[in-house]
């Protein structure tokens, strides 16, 4: 599905309605509400953080966190006291002398995207792959941990 007609965004908060006084005042306001419902979420202390999704099987958790145009160079993964930390940072692309920004909607800079780790993972046999943007990282669970069946008691 298309959500652009022209350059105006499917989604904008404000149709546009022609020139007028607060055309670049509702130019920016589009701007800055289509980078909020970008890929990338912004956080007041926590910098750029990426988009996660999380599916579990029956012998892990898996991890999927959205990082276009990063290389597995740029990304850093630590686990700490059961706590699965993403970090790194998008650099801006230099600019030439030939070659000069005119607009900037892509996000830069450094993020980090931490997530606790269940119970029933085992943080030593975390894996992790990059391919096509997305960094998938694959954390499997201890033998046994499947949930049992505890018989209850009477009290005597």
């Given at each position: 599905m298309n959500n652009h007609v022209g350059s105006e965004s499917f989604l904008a908060p404000f149709p546009r309605s022609g020139g007028g006084v607060f055309t670049p005042v509702q130019r920016e306001l589009d701007r800055i509400f289509d980078q909020l419902s970008r890929?990338?979420?912004?956080?007041?202390?926590?910098?750029?953080?990426?988009?996660?999704?999380?599916?579990?099987?029956?012998?892990?958790?898996?991890?999927?966190?959205e990082l276009?145009?990063?290389?597995?160079?740029?990304?850093?993964?630590?686990?700490?006291?059961?706590?699965?930390?993403?970090?790194?940072?998008?650099?801006?692309?230099?600019?030439?002398?030939?070659?000069?920004?005119?607009?900037?909607?892509?996000?830069?800079g450094a993020f980090e995207r931490s997530v606790s780790l269940p119970a029933s993972v085992d943080p030593a046999k975390i894996k992790a792959v990059m391919a096509d943007g997305v960094l998938r990282v694959t954390a499997?669970?201890?033998?046994?941990?499947?949930?049992?069946?505890?018989?209850?008691?009477?009290?005597?």
């Open positions: 890929g990338w979420t912004s956080g007041a202390l926590s910098g750029l953080s990426p988009c996660m999704d999380v599916t579990e099987t029956k012998g892990a958790i898996e991890y999927a966190f276009p145009g990063m290389t597995q160079g740029d990304v850093k993964i630590t686990v700490e006291d059961d706590v699965l930390t993403i970090s790194g940072e998008k650099k801006l692309e230099k600019e030439t002398k030939d070659r000069q920004r005119r607009v900037i909607e892509r996000s830069y499997p669970k201890h033998a046994g941990a499947e949930p049992k069946t505890i018989e209850i008691q009477s009290a005597k």
